[in-house]
């Protein structure tokens, strides 16, 4: 059974950090890409963040570069996001998932964008809240 699962999200006031946890079980950890995306409340979803576990290739969204690191480690089948600087726009459902094309990070960074549709298993979403 193929499972996502995050973990780390919160209650934090603006200006704090998380690390987000995303372990993973069922498929081949090594064969994909590992994506970060939040929903908040009446917006859609984004893609923020992607890592190659092929050759740690990596994209950031515009509004969180320089402040969130994204991060793998396959011996762990596990990928983390660690969020600095944390702002109350910053506060959503944040979710991973996996996609099967390794070079998913590059994509997004020639595109400037994080599709949905590229990515195969979510997990079930950690809510981050930042209060001012």
């Known amino acids: 059974e193929v499972q996502l699962v995050e973990s780390g999200g919160d209650l934090v006031q603006a200006g704090g950090s998380l690390r987000l946890s995303c372990t993973a079980s069922g498929f081949t950890f090594d064969d994909y890409a590992i994506g970060w995306f939040r929903q908040a409340p009446g917006k859609e979803r984004e893609g923020i963040s992607c890592i190659s576990n092929s050759d740690g290739s990596t994209f950031y969204k515009d509004s969180i570069e320089g402040r969130f690191t994204i991060s793998s480690d396959s011996a762990k089948n596990t990928a983390y996001l660690q969020m600095n600087s944390l702002k109350p726009e910053d506060t959503a459902v944040y979710y991973c998932?996996?996609?099967?094309?390794?070079?998913?990070?590059?994509?997004?960074?020639?595109?400037?964008?994080?599709?949905?549709?590229?990515?195969?298993?979510w997990g079930q979403g950690t809510q981050v809240t930042v209060s001012s």
């Open positions: 998932a996996a996609g099967p094309k390794l070079s998913l990070p590059t994509i997004a960074t020639y595109f400037g964008v994080l599709e949905t549709t590229d990515f195969e298993f």
